[in-house]
């Protein structure tokens, strides 16, 4: 093979390669560098609280931290005290936990809710669409919606919500008006 056609080849998979990234990158389930979310106003759904329909929106006033979780999703599972033990803290501040479950599953749901004693608001969206409108991909996944219906922040991932870091974040969200 002679040189010249070496060189091309080799231009050519370079620039395939260049090519693939750019493709990777502009996907949209690609979220690393998503612009912050910050100051955007929480998308808004109806949902069923305590047996009454209810929208996000009538949550207006409070600070809610908005928990995408699952039975069968064993870091969800590991931070239920934790979010237990916040909605206990942060309730007399005009604080909630609003946790929207996505099984399947009607009984499992229930149970759950039972055996770990899940105080704080929750809905069960078999249907997965509040989560896809959040562009929720991992679970669980929470979104801090300020008292004016703005996102503040976007967490990946299970926390411990009684560390220091995170509740002196959320205290200062819970100070503002």
């Known amino acids: 093979m002679d040189t010249g056609l070496k060189r091309k080849l080799k ?11 750019l493709v990777l990158f502009a996907r949209p389930d690609y979220r690393q560098g998503e612009p912050s979310i910050r100051g955007r106003t929480a998308k808004d759904f109806p949902l069923t609280l305590d047996g009454k329909p209810a929208r996000l929106s009538d949550l207006r006033g409070k600070v809610v931290l908005l928990n995408f979780w699952a039975t069968w999703c064993p870091p969800c599972v590991d931070e239920a005290p934790a979010l237990i033990a916040l ?10 936990i609003l946790g929207v479950n996505l099984d399947d599953d009607q009984n499992a749901y229930e149970s759950f809710l039972k055996t770990y004693g899940i105080d704080f608001p929750t809905y069960r969206d078999p249907s997965k669409h509040i989560a896809l409108d959040y562009g929720t991909t991992m679970y669980p996944e929470t979104y801090v919606i300020d008292r004016t ?3 503040d922040r976007k967490i990946v991932g299970p926390q411990d919500w009684t560390s220091r870091a995170m509740l002196s974040y959320l205290d200062s969200v819970l100070s503002k008006n």
């Open 11 to 21: 231009t050519g998979l370079v620039l395939a390669f260049i090519a693939g990234l």
């Open 87 to 96: 909605q206990r803290r942060i309730a007399p501040q005009g604080g909630t």
């Open 149 to 151: 219906g703005h996102l």
